[in-house]
């Protein structure tokens, strides 16, 4: 989620309109093909998926077929920002993701001020969340107070980040084995609900309760696919990671539709294998009672106590894989802001051995640490929701930008159906900002005063190039 400016020592953008790839220093490529797809999937599939889907029932009025339809809707979304995110990472794939987008494609401040907004709050915040969460998951096992949710928190985080300070390769090898072990569980549970539930559930689109017009179950659908849209969200990750892949013009494109066409079939069918397994009285009186655990009450009915046990692995599990992404992917956002030269010099150092920037891995984990240690977690990484949105519609608009800044770049894969898909993309993207700023328009407000600091930085570090290219 961050971007940042171009400049000469950075990036040149030839006669021909091409952009070159940096020379000043190298990564290492050592994601694979399966670790792309692990990379998103550690990111995407968290332990959301045993409770999202109640979320996404109340909205379409315990209508479980537009619930499922809900699902298949917000996996064609993700989708079609991912395949706009593949032609860029293709044709651009270079440390920093949109960062390097959002300059190219605007200009320098734009993608410092995505850049600043992840690194202050959405990166650290992301990741003192997950860290909080993963503990706090134990408590039914193992009594746990605050601060010893917080000094487990803590040890995660320095963990991973040692990890991943010693190489892409040793954290891309943490994030294959979460993925697999994650989904064992998950597919357990998954299979023996399609093949044990003897429940046949109603897939009617019509809601049991709320309006039945057909303009009220439009606007049911669309409110429970902005719920569906949580779970799938990470999609965006893998591009800021591109200069380590094998193959990026390959690899990349094919992990992120592999990743979400995946994750939508699993997504869908899990909530279905739900509905079989769960009698849909029964579902009603779990909600009734606040109850939206629906994944583990499944697993229990299958299984008994072990399904329960299965179903916190696999929790825990999925929330440790998307720890560790995190704290893989958001560092190479920073380090493109530094070499864009708007932000600290040191950033974008890379380990002469490990090649890895590593001083904003560090610093990220110093500032997750603090947040760790702070109160009202959650109100402060809602506070970026808005402003993440803003710019992964300005990351998907970029794509009309660079196909007319940049008409003679290779891009080795394009978009499906263009200039349709994107159109469509960018006008989801946008009503989705609107629906967000109407039905909480004050954390909005808040949540840009953000990038309005950054502004701040970045004038300050403008004035200091400048005044270096003087001397």
Known sequence: MSDIAITTNQTVINSNSNISQPGAAEFKKEISLFGGISILGGIMIGSGIFYLGSYVLMRTGMSMGLALLSWVIGGIVSLLGGICYAELGASDPRAGGSTVYLNNAYSPLVGFLNGFNSWLIAGPGSIAAIAIALPSALTNLVPLGEMQIKIIAIILIIGLTAVNYFGVKSGSIVQNISMVAKMIPIIIILVLGLAM??????????????????????????????????????????????????????????????????????????????????????IETLLANDDFYLGTHAAKMLLGDAGGLLVMSAMVIAMFGSLNGCILAFPRMYYAMSEGGHFFNS?????????????????????????????????????????????????????????????????PYKVFLYPFTVIVTVLIFAGLLVNTFSEDPLTSLIGLSVPAVGVLFYLYFDRRNRKIQNI
């Open 197 to 282: 539930g003897n429940v046949s559930p109603d897939l009617s689109l019509k809601p049991v309760t709320g309006e039945t017009d057909l303009g009220s179950i439009f606007s049911m659908v669309a409110f429970a696919v902005v719920a569906t849209l949580w779970a799938y969200e990470g999609w965006t990750n893998l591009n800021t990671v591109a200069e380590e892949v094998k193959n990026p013009k390959r690899n990349l494109p094919l992990a992120i539709i592999i990743s979400i066409v995946s994750i939508t079939v699993l997504y869908t069918l899990f909530n279905y294998a739900i509905y079989k397994v769960i009698p849909f009285d029964q």
């Open 347 to 411: 950033f974008k150092k890379l380990h002469p051995v490990h090649r890895v920037p590593y001083i904003p891995l560090l610093v990220q984990a110093a500032i997750s640490i603090v947040l760790v240690m702070l109160r009202d977690l959650n109100q402060l990484t809602s506070l970026v929701v808005f402003t993440g949105m803003l710019f992964n519609t300005l990351s998907v608009f970029a794509v009309f930008i660079y196909r007319r800044k940049y008409p003679d770049m290779e891009r």
